[in-house]
Nanobody, 121 residues
Framework: QVQLVESGGGLVQPGGSLRLSCAAS????????MGWYRQAPGKQRELVTS???????NYADSVKGRFTISRDNAKNTVYLAMNSLKPEDTAVYYC???????????????WGQGTQVTVSS
């Protein structure tokens, strides 16, 4: 079994910063990519950013220049540094990981439980 555990959400004022963390644990053979999605009330879940094992990144246009994803492969952990936060960034942020639990298993996408980020004055 694989678990993704997120931390770091909370309430922040507009213009402020937060840093999210997501650690993958359990039986893991290889992680191909990790990423962050978010879902605001009444909206669909959307990709925020992702990063491959090799370090290639992808960002939603709405967060480019403000958010930075990074990854510690040795710790199976991904981080999301969020700066210049706006009220429209308010959402539940979910971590995901595309991985194989063992060499004979297929790739599976796992999700964390989500962490609330609220940007408000």
């Amino acid at each position: 079994q694989v678990q993704l555990v997120e931390s770091g959400g909370g309430l922040v004022q507009p213009g402020g910063s937060l840093r999210l963390s997501c650690a993958a644990s359990g039986t893991i053979f290889m992680i191909y990519s990790m990423g962050w999605y978010r879902q605001a009330p009444g909206k669909q879940r959307e990709l925020v950013t992702s990063i491959t094992t090799g370090g290639s990144t992808n960002y939603a246009d709405s967060v480019k220049g403000r958010f930075t994803i990074s990854r510690d492969n040795a710790k199976n952990t991904v981080y999301l540094a969020m700066n210049s936060l706006k009220p429209e960034d308010t959402a539940v942020y979910y971590c995901n990981a595309d991985l194989r639990g063992s060499w004979y298993e297929s790739r599976v996408t796992y999700w964390g439980q989500g962490t609330q980020v609220t940007v408000s004055s």
